[in-house]
C-alpha cells in the first residue's frame, strides 16, 4: 500500500516555493505554476490579448504572446530567489533580472530547466519537501 498523503502537494512549497538545482551548480527558488500569485499575474497580462487569443488561437502570434507572457509571469512570481552571480558579482533576485536571464536566448537551457521545474506538481509534494529532492 502507499500513503498517498505523502504525495499530496505541500502549499508552503507551492506558494512560497522550493530550492531546484540546475547542472551549472545555479540554484533557483521557485514557487510552482498552481500557485495562485502566478495564476492571477498570468491572467493579468494575457487580459489585453485576450480578443486575439481567443479568436486566433494557434496562430503564431498568439504563441508568441503565450510564450511572452508566461515567462513575464514566471519572473513576477515564480522565481522567489537564486545564487546567481555575473562578471560584478552576486545578481539580486529581482523580477527585472530574472526576466534579463529568462528571455536570452544564450541561457534557453536555464529557461527550460525553470520551466520544467516549477510546472512538475510533483515536484511539490510533501515527500519531496521533506526529502529535500
Same mark, same amino acid.
Given at each position: ?11 508552503? &512549497?507551492? /506558494? ?9 551548480? +545555479?540554484?533557483? %527558488?521557485?514557487?510552482?505554476? #498552481? ?20 479568436? &486566433?488561437? /494557434? ?9 511572452? +507572457?508566461?515567462? %513575464?509571469?514566471?519572473?513576477? #512570481? ?28 544564450g541561457f534557453d537551457a536555464h529557461t527550460a530547466f525553470v520551466i520544467r521545474s516549477c510546472s512538475d506538481s510533483m515536484s511539490y509534494t510533501v515527500s519531496k519537501v521533506d526529502s529535500g529532492n
Amino acid at each position: 500500500m502507499v500513503n498517498i498523503f505523502k504525495n499530496r502537494i505541500s502549499e508552503q &512549497a507551492r /506558494d512560497e516555493g522550493r530550492w531546484f538545482t540546475f547542472v551549472d551548480g +545555479t540554484k533557483w %527558488k521557485l514557487a510552482s505554476m #498552481s500557485s495562485t500569485a502566478f495564476i492571477e499575474c498570468l491572467s493579468k497580462l494575457r487580459e489585453p490579448h485576450a480578443g486575439l487569443l481567443a479568436a &486566433a488561437p /494557434d496562430s503564431e502570434e498568439a504563441n508568441k504572446i503565450r510564450h511572452e +507572457t508566461m515567462i %513575464k509571469a514566471i519572473a513576477e #512570481s515564480i522565481v522567489k530567489d537564486w545564487n546567481v552571480e555575473d562578471d560584478k558579482g552576486a545578481m539580486p533576485c529581482t523580477p527585472k533580472n530574472v526576466l534579463r536571464i529568462l528571455e536570452d536566448k544564450g541561457f534557453d537551457a536555464h529557461t527550460a530547466f525553470v520551466i520544467r521545474s516549477c510546472s512538475d506538481s510533483m515536484s511539490y509534494t510533501v515527500s519531496k519537501v521533506d526529502s529535500g529532492n
